[in-house]
Protein backbone atom coordinates (compact mmCIF):
# COMPACT_ATOMS: atom_id res chain seq x y z
CA UNK A 1 0.00 0.00 0.00
CA UNK A 2 1.36 3.38 -0.83
CA UNK A 3 1.32 6.33 1.21
CA UNK A 4 -0.85 9.25 0.22
CA UNK A 5 0.62 12.74 1.54
CA UNK A 6 -2.08 15.61 0.25
CA UNK A 7 -0.62 18.90 -1.01
CA UNK A 8 -2.01 20.72 2.30
CA UNK A 9 -0.17 18.17 3.96
CA UNK A 10 3.28 19.07 2.62
CA UNK A 11 2.97 22.75 3.14
CA UNK A 12 1.92 22.65 6.44
CA UNK A 13 4.72 20.54 7.46
CA UNK A 14 7.59 22.20 9.25
CA UNK A 15 9.51 19.43 10.61
CA UNK A 16 12.90 18.62 10.20
CA UNK A 17 12.16 15.74 7.90
CA UNK A 18 10.50 18.23 5.30
CA UNK A 19 14.27 19.62 4.72
CA UNK A 20 16.63 16.65 4.22
CA UNK A 21 17.24 14.77 1.06
CA UNK A 22 14.37 12.08 0.09
CA UNK A 23 14.52 8.56 -1.13
CA UNK A 24 15.72 9.38 -4.66
CA UNK A 25 18.66 12.15 -3.07
CA UNK A 26 17.47 15.18 -4.28
CA UNK A 27 17.09 18.03 -1.66
CA UNK A 28 13.64 18.72 -1.61
CA UNK A 29 11.83 22.52 -2.61
CA UNK A 30 10.86 22.76 0.81
CA UNK A 31 10.20 26.01 3.74
CA UNK A 32 13.95 24.81 4.22
CA UNK A 33 14.75 28.36 1.90
CA UNK A 34 13.95 30.65 5.39
CA UNK A 35 16.62 28.50 7.17
CA UNK A 36 17.06 30.36 10.40
CA UNK A 37 13.11 30.54 10.92
CA UNK A 38 12.87 26.79 10.00
CA UNK A 39 15.68 26.10 12.69
CA UNK A 40 14.17 28.49 15.68
CA UNK A 41 11.21 26.50 14.76
CA UNK A 42 12.91 23.18 15.12
CA UNK A 43 14.46 23.97 18.29
CA UNK A 44 11.46 25.30 19.36
CA UNK A 45 9.93 21.85 19.15
CA UNK A 46 12.37 19.96 20.83
CA UNK A 47 12.65 21.90 23.73
CA UNK A 48 8.79 21.13 24.32
CA UNK A 49 8.93 17.87 22.96
CA UNK A 50 8.89 14.67 24.90
CA UNK A 51 11.22 11.88 24.04
CA UNK A 52 9.30 9.17 22.43
CA UNK A 53 10.70 5.59 22.43
CA UNK A 54 10.65 3.19 19.63
CA UNK A 55 11.73 -0.22 18.65
CA UNK A 56 12.59 -0.87 14.90
CA UNK A 57 12.30 -4.44 14.14
CA UNK A 58 14.70 -4.92 11.05
CA UNK A 59 17.01 -7.90 10.13
CA UNK A 60 18.65 -5.63 7.60
CA UNK A 61 21.52 -3.92 8.60
CA UNK A 62 21.75 -1.17 6.23
CA UNK A 63 17.94 -0.13 7.15
CA UNK A 64 17.72 -0.75 10.65
CA UNK A 65 21.01 1.58 10.68
CA UNK A 66 18.96 4.66 8.61
CA UNK A 67 15.97 4.36 10.33
CA UNK A 68 17.92 4.67 13.57
CA UNK A 69 19.72 7.50 12.43
CA UNK A 70 16.57 9.42 11.01
CA UNK A 71 14.48 8.77 14.28
CA UNK A 72 17.17 9.82 16.54
CA UNK A 73 17.05 12.97 14.27
CA UNK A 74 14.03 13.56 15.27
CA UNK A 75 14.46 13.53 19.13
CA UNK A 76 13.39 9.58 19.48
CA UNK A 77 15.04 7.30 21.96
CA UNK A 78 15.63 3.98 19.72
CA UNK A 79 15.89 0.49 20.14
CA UNK A 80 16.91 -2.28 17.32
CA UNK A 81 16.26 -5.69 17.55
CA UNK A 82 16.74 -8.16 14.02
CA UNK A 83 15.14 -11.31 15.02
CA UNK A 84 11.83 -12.59 16.52
CA UNK A 85 13.51 -13.71 19.47
CA UNK A 86 15.52 -10.54 20.23
CA UNK A 87 11.80 -8.36 19.67
CA UNK A 88 10.41 -10.54 21.55
CA UNK A 89 13.21 -9.79 24.74
CA UNK A 90 13.23 -6.22 24.52
CA UNK A 91 9.21 -5.97 24.61
CA UNK A 92 9.37 -8.05 27.55
CA UNK A 93 12.03 -4.89 29.16
CA UNK A 94 11.23 -1.66 27.86
CA UNK A 95 8.15 0.54 27.24
CA UNK A 96 7.98 1.96 23.63
CA UNK A 97 5.58 4.38 21.88
CA UNK A 98 5.86 2.81 18.19
CA UNK A 99 7.09 -0.14 16.66
CA UNK A 100 8.59 -0.23 13.31
CA UNK A 101 8.34 -3.97 12.29
CA UNK A 102 9.85 -5.44 9.38
CA UNK A 103 7.95 -8.67 8.44
CA UNK A 104 10.73 -10.83 7.03
CA UNK A 105 12.64 -11.71 9.62
CA UNK A 106 15.24 -14.98 10.09
CA UNK A 107 13.70 -16.42 12.75
CA UNK A 108 10.48 -16.23 11.67
CA UNK A 109 7.23 -13.96 10.47
CA UNK A 110 6.92 -10.48 12.06
CA UNK A 111 3.51 -10.49 12.33
CA UNK A 112 4.07 -13.31 15.17
CA UNK A 113 5.55 -10.33 16.80
CA UNK A 114 2.50 -8.44 16.07
CA UNK A 115 0.12 -10.75 17.60
CA UNK A 116 1.85 -10.62 20.38
CA UNK A 117 1.30 -7.21 20.90
CA UNK A 118 -2.08 -7.02 20.12
CA UNK A 119 -2.60 -9.24 23.22
CA UNK A 120 0.44 -7.21 25.35
CA UNK A 121 0.24 -3.98 24.21
CA UNK A 122 -2.85 -3.49 22.58
CA UNK A 123 -2.99 0.34 22.13
CA UNK A 124 0.84 0.30 20.73
CA UNK A 125 1.09 1.84 17.68
CA UNK A 126 2.85 -0.88 14.84
CA UNK A 127 3.77 0.24 11.58
CA UNK A 128 4.52 -2.13 9.12
CA UNK A 129 8.02 -1.65 6.83
CA UNK A 130 8.28 -4.04 4.27
CA UNK A 131 9.08 -4.72 0.41
CA UNK A 132 6.68 -7.72 0.56
CA UNK A 133 4.49 -8.52 -2.45
CA UNK A 134 2.35 -10.47 0.19
CA UNK A 135 -1.14 -9.73 1.09
CA UNK A 136 -0.77 -7.30 4.18
CA UNK A 137 -3.97 -5.54 4.22
CA UNK A 138 -5.95 -8.00 6.61
CA UNK A 139 -2.63 -7.30 9.29
CA UNK A 140 -3.80 -5.23 12.41
CA UNK A 141 -1.61 -2.73 11.89
CA UNK A 142 -1.27 1.40 12.55
CA UNK A 143 0.13 1.53 9.44
CA UNK A 144 1.55 0.14 6.59
CA UNK A 145 4.30 1.33 4.06
CA UNK A 146 6.21 -0.38 1.31
CA UNK A 147 9.75 0.31 1.18
CA UNK A 148 11.26 2.27 0.15
CA UNK A 149 9.47 4.63 1.21
CA UNK A 150 10.37 8.61 1.51
CA UNK A 151 11.39 10.08 5.14
CA UNK A 152 9.03 12.66 5.78
CA UNK A 153 6.36 10.64 4.57
CA UNK A 154 7.21 7.68 7.21
CA UNK A 155 7.77 10.69 9.55
CA UNK A 156 4.38 11.74 9.18
CA UNK A 157 2.89 8.41 10.09
CA UNK A 158 5.44 7.73 12.71
CA UNK A 159 3.35 11.59 14.19
CA UNK A 160 0.17 10.69 13.36
CA UNK A 161 0.37 7.03 15.34
CA UNK A 162 1.49 9.06 18.34
CA UNK A 163 -1.13 11.46 18.37
CA UNK A 164 -3.57 8.63 17.73
CA UNK A 165 -2.39 6.94 20.88
CA UNK A 166 -2.06 10.13 22.71
CA UNK A 167 -5.96 10.82 21.62
CA UNK A 168 -7.30 7.34 23.13
CA UNK A 169 -5.14 7.52 25.95
CA UNK A 170 -6.87 10.85 27.16
CA UNK A 171 -10.57 10.22 26.13
Same mark, same amino acid.
Given at each position: ????? +???? !?????????? /????? $????????????????????? #??? #? $?? &?? $?? @??????????????????????? &???? +????????????? /?????????????????????????????????? $???????????????????? @?? #?? !????? &? #????????? !???
Amino acid at each position: MALVV +TEAE !LKNAVTPASC /YLDSQ $TRWLDSPCSDAPELLEATDER #RKL #R $TV &HS $TL @VVEDDPDIALALQDLLEFEGFQV &HCAS +TCRQAFSVIEQNI /YDVVLLDLGLPDGDGSSILDKLRVSHPLLPVIIL $TASNRDIGSLPAFAHVTKPW @VR #RD !LCSVI &H #RALDAISTS !LAE
